[in-house]
């Protein structure tokens, strides 16, 4: 997979209901460390309100065999993630 610095990517996670019904408490779960955060129901490919689905992210680093994103969302730590290149999967075309 040819990764490059702007690409969008789509990260599995899970997602309950937030605070506000166009918002999803998504939780990423990555060898590193999780990301926890809330996100806009525009970033998942799937609106879902519970279960697993794809959040959007933006590609700010590439290395060998990973690559660090800025998540599309508002994490109670850090927005931005790492994650094996195994693990993400690039945005054919953006949701609706």
């Known amino acids: 997979m040819n990764l490059k610095v702007g690409d969008r ?3 599995e996670c899970e997602v309950k209901p ?3 019904s166009n918002e999803r408490l ?3 779960q990555l060898p590193s460390e999780p990301w926890i955060g809330f996100v806009d129901v525009h970033a998942l490919k799937e609106p879902i309100e519970h279960g697993k689905t794809l959040v959007m992210a933006q590609i700010v680093e590439v290395g060998d065999d990973y690559v660090k994103a800025l998540v ?3 994490s109670f730590s850090t927005r ?5 290149r195994t693990e993400v999967h690039p945005v054919v075309s953006l949701p609706a």
């Open 18 to 20: 937030g605070p506000f």
């Open 72 to 74: 599309q969302g508002h």
């Open 9 to 11: 990517i789509w990260l």
């Open 80 to 84: 931005q993630v790492q994650a094996s």
């Open 26 to 28: 998504a939780r990423i």
